[in-house]
């Protein structure tokens, strides 16, 4: 008899665990051996819990080793044998090709039927990659959008230094005066770097700061940087 995929469930909402622990349920061979809410937890459970396959939310608060794309970093740094299935509710097309360009082995929506969650277990298992459908539908857009050409979302070190100071909370105005550049030049650098990240709406981008660790550095910090994707 083969034995069980061994799964540890992360996310800070216990609604969500459990509405996914019931999903998994449904699938033969998976089983559910530790939960966690928040990241001290989460590094907890894997440093003592056998485990093969880590499903987590990506937004998920208040833990040691925060969340988002700086979490994901620091477990496939630590972790880097360990396939993850990340929970989201954001769709935000270049923050998908980010996790998959951090080694993240598939994603799936939280507006999609849950049992996509079993799925990607399984795939993943096996060592193949899975996107639920509204995840597939983000990822597809971008190719769409960029001809083809996925590198296209880059944003340039000024287009960078603008979302920042945006996202910190500085009007179109405020940042036109503290670059020394025209409002229009601002607007255009702003609406230049959406287009290039997938984004169509401001909501979108402060939650593709955050997910980026955009939000926790200063403006200045945008010459050592160059490009965010």
Do not use: W
């Amino acid at each position: 008899m083969q034995d069980p995929v061994r799964v540890v469930l992360a996310d800070d909402h216990p609604v969500i665990v459990f509405g996914a622990e019931q999903a998994l349920l449904k699938f033969p061979g998976v089983q559910v051996v530790a939960r966690a809410r928040q990241s001290t937890e989460l590094m907890k459970v894997l440093q003592t819990v056998a485990c093969d396959v880590l499903v987590t939310d990506l937004a998920m608060p208040g833990g040691q080793y925060g969340d988002g794309l700086p979490l994901i970093g620091y477990l496939r740094r630590n972790f880097p044998g360990l396939p993850i299935v990340v929970l989201t509710m954001l769709e935000n097309a270049a923050l998908l090709k980010r996790l998959s360009e951090l080694g993240v082995n598939a994603v799936v929506n939280k507006s999609d039927d849950l049992s996509h969650i079993g799925l990607a277990v399984q795939h993943v298992s096996r060592n193949l990659e899975y996107m639920s459908p509204l995840v597939k539908a983000a990822l597809d857009t971008l190719r769409m959008n960029a001809g083809g050409k996925t590198d296209d979302a880059m944003l340039s070190r000024r287009e960078l230094e603008v979302v920042r100071l945006f996202v910190s909370g500085m009007m179109i105005k405020e940042i036109s005066e503290q670059l020394n550049r025209s409002i229009k030049t601002i607007s255009t650098q702003k609406n230049t770097a959406m287009r290039k990240l997938g984004i169509e709406r401001d909501s979108e981008l402060f939650q593709y700061a955050q997910s980026n660790g955009l939000l926790n550095l200063s403006s200045n910090s945008a010459d050592d940087t160059g490009a965010a994707s």
